[in-house]
């Protein structure tokens, strides 16, 4: 027991070694420091470059899509990833009364809302929701109106999987159709509506005005990227000081 009380005092005191006629003297604090501080950001770079990788993927795959088959939705509840980022059509009646606004949605610098509105099969007791596209935020004391199509329509668009990546400062409110993030299962467990995983950005023509200008799955990557090189030259700069000021120390 007193060997490793030893061992552990020594190595509190000092980091110590000989490199040729150069000294090398670090106490035991900066150098677990400066090891989590590296490892910290070799970390946050990895997940800044995954992320980008992922958005370049998607990218790729939304591209494959484009010469594909458009595939048709059933009113039958259908595995979300088989239709993730293809074009997809559907046939069926909006739910107008169950419209939600999607908030903090900004187009060419402007805030305001994505407008979702869940649109019931044909054949079925199954739904979905449209992203029908972004409208302004005029008045942020009342929602803008939208009119909604009646009767059956057909809607195309491109099937997309909301991330399950949120951060709300508090929880949603259980009534009203104003949203901060979009859960799937939360908002059909409110509106007492089955609805498929997915949502479908819609890209078919309708006299709604709304925008509907999805942004490709592949913007920010270089974003990500910038991010990921700062976080790597960080590491870089850490263990390059911690050297330094090392052999610096030793040699006094």
């Not at 090891?35 to 958005?55: D, P, Y």
């Not at 079925?124 to 302004?136: N, P, S």
């Not at 400062?169 to 104003?178: K, M």
Request: net charge neutral; charged share 25%.
């Amino acid at each position: 027991m007193l060997t490793v009380y030893s061992c552990l005092w020594a190595f509190m005191k000092a980091l110590e070694f000989q490199v040729g006629r150069l000294r090398f003297r670090q106490r035991a604090v900066p150098t677990v420091a400066a090891i989590g501080f590296v490892a910290l950001t070799i970390s946050l770079g990895n997940w800044q470059t995954h992320r980008a990788e992922e958005k370049l993927e998607a990218a790729r795959r939304l591209d494959d899509a484009a010469h594909g088959p458009v595939l048709s939705i059933p009113s039958v509840q259908v595995d979300a990833r088989d239709f993730r980022l293809r074009r997809v059509a559907v046939r069926g009646r909006f739910v107008a009364r169950a419209t939600i606004f999607l908030d903090n949605k900004v187009l060419h610098g402007v805030a305001g809302y994505d407008v979702l509105t869940p649109l019931a099969i044909e054949g079925g007791d199954m739904h979905v929701l449209v992203d029908r596209g972004w409208i302004a935020a005029a008045d942020r004391s009342k929602l803008p109106e939208v009119p909604t199509p009646e009767g059956p329509t057909t809607i195309e668009g491109i099937a997309a999987v909301p991330s399950p990546r949120i951060f709300e400062l508090a929880p949603e409110s259980d009534t009203g159709p104003l949203r901060e993030n979009l859960v799937i299962e939360r908002e059909q467990k409110r509106l007492a509506l089955r609805l498929q995983h997915f949502v479908i950005e819609q890209t078919s023509e309708a006299h709604d005005g709304l925008e509907r200008a999805w942004p490709r799955p592949d913007s920010g990557a270089d974003r990500n990227r910038s991010y990921a090189l700062q976080w790597y030259s960080f590491a870089a700069l850490a263990a390059v000081l911690y050297a330094v000021l090392g052999f610096r120390r030793g040699a006094d």
